[in-house]
Each structure stands twice: as C-alpha cells, then as structure tokens.
C-alpha cells in the first residue's frame, strides 16, 4: 500500500524556449556565416538533450546539481532507495533533490520578473521553468513527506504536507493526496473533496 503511494506522482513534462537578443548587425553577419560554415561542414548546433554529446553546456548535463536533469537524477535514486527500503538514503536524496528544484524554481522565476514588459518570450519560458520545477520540488517534498511517515515520523511528514497545499492549492491532484494524509495522520478531523470530485462520487 505504502509503496504504490510513491510511484502514484507522475512529473509533468512543459516545453522550454529560449531567446537571445540584442545582437548588432556586424554579429548577425558573423552567426551567419558560422551557420553556413557548419551547414557546409554538415555539422549542427547542439540541442537542448542531456544524452547529446555535442550537448557541452554543463547545465544541461545530469551530473549538475543545479539541473533540472540533475533534480531528476536525484529522484530516480531516491525511489531505488525506497524499492530498497532504504530510507535512510531516500531522504538524503529528496531532501537534495527538493533543494535543488526550489533553487531553480526561484531563479527561473526571478528571471521572468526581470524580463517582465520586456520580452514576452523570455517571460513566458522562464515562467514555465519556475511552474514546471516547483511543481517538481512538490512532488519530491510529498515523497519525502511519505518516507517521513513510513518511518512513523509524522512529526517531520506534517509540515512538509502543510508546505505542499499552500504552494499547490487545496484543489489540485498534490494538494488533495496532501490533505488526504493530514486527515490518516489524525491532524486535521474534516474530510476534504472539492466540488468537482463530490459530483463524480455522487
């Protein structure tokens, strides 16, 4: 039962765009006979995909800690750790992993800030990126919440629970599972299922 609850989440996926600006006229000449001089060479530049070897921006590799594949390598070692029934081990590595996914959800989202009024596409895909790793470094923090508990350690579950319905939303899939184990806790009495999921049960 406990361990079903831990592969329950799925991460969403969300697209990033990226957008450079402010290029002069004699750099715009310059990238474009860089781009006939790979085109004739029949090179590409490289993509945004971690498992690229042309890919040799350090952010986008997984061995980065301040990745979002780096977050997510993270995540995958901890559930082995669970499968393990290593607890121990899972927390170490939520707790990073939900560290390094807050970081790049405050960054990302003080980029977007700045580049409010601005630039539409900078804002759009920053935002994104702040939505899509805080979405995740809610995910690990209920994971680790759950761990927490099955070490009958309610008293470190509770908080982290409580942390998750304000920055998700009572209404949304984490902010009910959240609540649903304040409630099997014994910390909260009342019940709670929001007006959608009353009308599908009845």
């Known amino acids: 039962m406990l361990k079903s609850n831990f592969f329950s989440l799925s991460l969403p996926t969300m697209m990033a765009v990226s957008c450079f600006l402010g290029a002069s006229?004699?750099?715009?000449?310059?990238?474009?006979?860089?781009?006939q001089d790979n085109a004739a060479q029949g090179t590409e530049?490289?993509?945004?995909?971690?498992?690229?070897?042309?890919n040799l921006r350090p952010l986008t590799q997984a061995d980065s800690l301040l990745s979002l594949q780096g977050g997510e390598k993270l995540m995958d070692e901890a559930s082995e750790a669970i499968n393990e029934e290593n607890y121990d081990l899972a927390v170490t590595k939520l707790q990073q992993a939900r560290k390094v996914f807050n970081q790049?959800?405050?960054?990302?989202?003080?980029?977007?800030?700045?580049?409010?009024?601005?630039d539409t596409k900078v804002y759009d895909a920053q935002r994104d990126k702040a939505l899509k790793t805080g979405q995740m470094r809610d995910s690990a923090t209920y994971q680790l919440a759950l761990v927490h508990r099955a070490?009958?350690?309610?008293?470190?579950?509770?908080?982290?629970?409580?942390?998750i319905i304000r920055s998700q939303n009572p209404t949304t899939d984490l902010g009910q599972k959240s609540y649903q184990q304040l409630y099997e806790?014994?910390?909260?009495?009342?019940?709670?299922?929001?007006?959608?999921?009353?009308?599908?049960?009845?």
Do not use: K
């Open 185 to 202: 806790l014994g910390f909260v009495d009342v019940p709670f299922a929001d007006e959608a999921q009353a009308a599908t049960s009845n």
């Open 25 to 35: 006229a004699s750099e715009s000449v310059l990238a474009q006979t860089g781009a």
């Open 151 to 163: 070490q009958d350690q309610a008293e470190l579950a509770v908080p982290l629970l409580v942390q």
């Open 45 to 54: 530049v490289p993509s945004d995909d971690p498992s690229d070897p042309n």
């Open 104 to 118: 790049l959800s405050n960054f990302h989202l003080q980029l977007a800030n700045s580049f409010s009024g601005i």
